[in-house]
């Protein structure tokens, strides 16, 4: 639970700073939703989706913020 709260924390921090850009070295080797901490969706911001490619067609790998 700990790793989880520090990774969100750092996430945010990279989004508030970075532009809302996603970094390459973030999204490199990573093929399954679940690899994102997402999980595949009809709809979510464009923001917040990843390139997973295990979500059914018509759907999106959108990362969990919380």
């Known amino acids: 639970m700990k790793f989880m709260a520090i990774f969100v924390l750092l996430f945010t921090i990279f989004f508030t700073f970075s532009s809302g850009e996603i970094s390459k070295e973030l999204i490199e080797d990573r093929d399954t939703c679940k690899e994102y901490l997402g999980e595949c969706m009809t709809w979510c ?4 989706r990843m390139p997973a490619k295990d979500c059914p067609k018509g759907s999106y790998c959108c990362v969990l913020l919380t």
């Open 45 to 48: 911001n464009e923001k917040i």
